[in-house]
């Protein structure tokens, strides 16, 4: 099973940009889909965007879309979330996940979770 760790989270004022990083372990990363959701308190996990194995086609929510970026680097087995003008509602605990398809935008379409970062944007 694939472990995954996040990075990056921290505190932005509305507007500002913060880049997420999710490293895994082992060597079958690149044989996975890669996706982000987040969690706001008192709010059910949702999806953010999907990234395919080769990194060359993503999907996003709408809510993110144009503003947020996943790109991966095999080589390194990480994942990325670049995520510019930032807004209030963006606030939330980011968790990257393993899939075994692209076309997962769902909570149990995803296997191994990482333990989250903390975003939180001010106004």
């Known amino acids: 099973q694939v472990q995954l760790v996040e990075s990056g989270g921290g505190l932005v004022q509305a507007g500002g940009s913060l880049r997420l990083s999710c490293a895994a372990s082992?060597?079958?990363?690149?044989?996975?889909?890669m996706g982000w959701f987040r969690q706001a308190p008192g709010k059910e996990r949702e999806f953010v965007g999907v990234?395919?194995?080769?990194?060359?086609?993503?999907y996003y929510a709408d809510s993110v879309k144009g503003r947020f970026t996943i790109s991966r680097d095999n080589a390194k087995n990480t994942v990325y979330l670049q995520m510019n003008s930032l807004k209030p509602e963006d606030t939330a605990v980011y968790y990257c996940a393993t899939s075994s398809g692209y076309y997962y935008t769902s909570v149990g379409g995803f296997g191994s979770w990482g333990q989250g970062t903390q975003v939180t944007v001010s106004s």
């Open positions: 082992g060597r079958t990363f690149s044989s996975y889909v």
């Open positions: 990234i395919s194995w080769s990194g060359d086609r993503t």
